[in-house]
Each structure stands twice: as structure tokens, then as C-alpha cells.
């Protein structure tokens, strides 16, 4: 247990005076140690016994619940529990330099693999919503292609060059030759001449006979 640093004489921090160092009581460092208010004075614990965490109700975080959360709030969470196990790898580098036997008589043990599945949830969570977004964007690309108008001959850029030009002509040409050999009709039959007609004197009579009905005028 490490006791505060006190405001009231040291304005500029306080002064180790085994080591001649003056420490900032506001310094960034002291949030590797977990901060507690005892009797009316703050204390900061270095190592957490594993039966502290007897009355801790606290748990790591489920998939369910981190889905109803904001990116800004996925990534507000992710800092803080990685600040957590900053302060649980402090405690067990502790328990190491005292000379701790047994690490998992620790409370760091326990906590840091709450904190390692709550931070394994967040990827997936965040993972989850790129495949989502990733298939959207494929969809959305799917149909713009669909709806795109092939350009037509008019825009298409002309040839400048006059290989180019020779070339364009050359392709036409045998475009040409190619629609003209399948437009050709199939070889007809030779035509077979006509046999006379010859005409019976029934016919004949049966012609003359047949007047037109301005005759009788």
C-alpha cells in the first residue's frame, strides 16, 4: 500500500528524499495503481489478494450488449480496459519483484482474462459491423455497374495516328466483307421452262361468250 502524495507542503511535488527525486502528485504513472479512499486518506494498493475480489460482482463484457454500442462508446471501452490490464500487469510485476510464490493467489489473474475476453468481444463486434458495411458497399457497386450506359461510338475517342486510322479502317473493311458473305442468299435452283398452254375450243367459246355489261348499252 502506497499512501498519497500530500498537497498541503509539497505545492511541486513531493520530495523522495532517499532518492533526492521530487514526484508530481499528479503525475500520469499513478494510474497503474489502483486508487482507494481509507479512513479519510487516499491510498493506492500495488498488489490485490485473490479473495478481494470475493465481493467483486464484476464480469467481462457479452457480444449482446456490446452490439447496442456506439463506435465512440466501443472505443471509450476498449481504452478503459486496456488501462485495466496496464494496472493488473503492474500488480503482477509487483507480486514478481516481492517474490510472490504462487502468481494465481493474485487477483490480477482472474481479472486480466475477464479483461482479454472483453476486449476479444469488442473486435468481434467491430468485425462484424466491417462485413456488413463491406457487403452493402459490394451490393451498392453491383448496381451502379448495372445501370452504367455503355458509351456510344459518337464519344468514343477517334484515332490520331495514322496507324491507328489504318488499322480502324482494316477492321471495318473486314467487318464489311464478313456481313456481306452471310447476307448472300443460298444458290437457287435452275428455273424449269414452261410448258404451253393449249387451250380447248369449250375455252374459247366460253370466253367469247363472256361480255362485259357495257356491251348491251
Known amino acids: 500500500m502506497i499512501a498519497a502524495p500530500d498537497l498541503k507542503y509539497h505545492r511541486k511535488g513531493q520530495l523522495r528524499k532517499q532518492l533526492d527525486v521530487e514526484v508530481d502528485p499528479g503525475h500520469g504513472l499513478w494510474a497503474f495503481f489502483r486508487k482507494k479512499e481509507i479512513n479519510g486518506s487516499t491510498q493506492y494498493e500495488t498488489i490485490e489478494p485473490r479473495?478481494?475480489?470475493?465481493?467483486d460482482t464484476g464480469r467481462s463484457w457479452k457480444a449482446v450488449e456490446l452490439r447496442r454500442k456506439s463506435f465512440k462508446d466501443l472505443h471509450t471501452l476498449w481504452y478503459l480496459v486496456l488501462k485495466e490490464r496496464n494496472l493488473l500487469a503492474t500488480q503482477r510485476e509487483e507480486g514478481r519483484r516481492i517474490g510472490v510464490s504462487n502468481p494465481g493467489a493474485l487477483a490480477a489473474t482472474t481479472k486480466m482474462h475477464q479483461c482479454r475476453k472483453t476486449m476479444?468481444?469488442?473486435k468481434f463486434v467491430i468485425n462484424e459491423r466491417r462485413l456488413v458495411f463491406e457487403k452493402h458497399a459490394e451490393a451498392l457497386k453491383f448496381v451502379k455497374t448495372e445501370i452504367a450506359v455503355e458509351p456510344s461510338q459518337k464519344t468514343r475517342a477517334a484515332p490520331r495516328t495514322r496507324a491507328?486510322?489504318?488499322k480502324v479502317?482494316?477492321?471495318?473493311?473486314?467487318r464489311g466483307s464478313a456481313i456481306t458473305t452471310e447476307s448472300l442468299p443460298p444458290s437457287l435452283p435452275a428455273a424449269t421452262p414452261k410448258a404451253k398452254s393449249s387451250s380447248t375450243p369449250s375455252d374459247l367459246s366460253s370466253h367469247s361468250s363472256t361480255k362485259s355489261p357495257s356491251s348491251h348499252l
Request: net charge positive; charged share 45%.
Open 164 to 166: 491507328e486510322r489504318m
Open 120 to 122: 476479444a468481444r469488442i
Open 51 to 55: 479473495d478481494a475480489i470475493a465481493e
Open 169 to 174: 479502317k482494316r477492321r471495318s473493311g473486314m
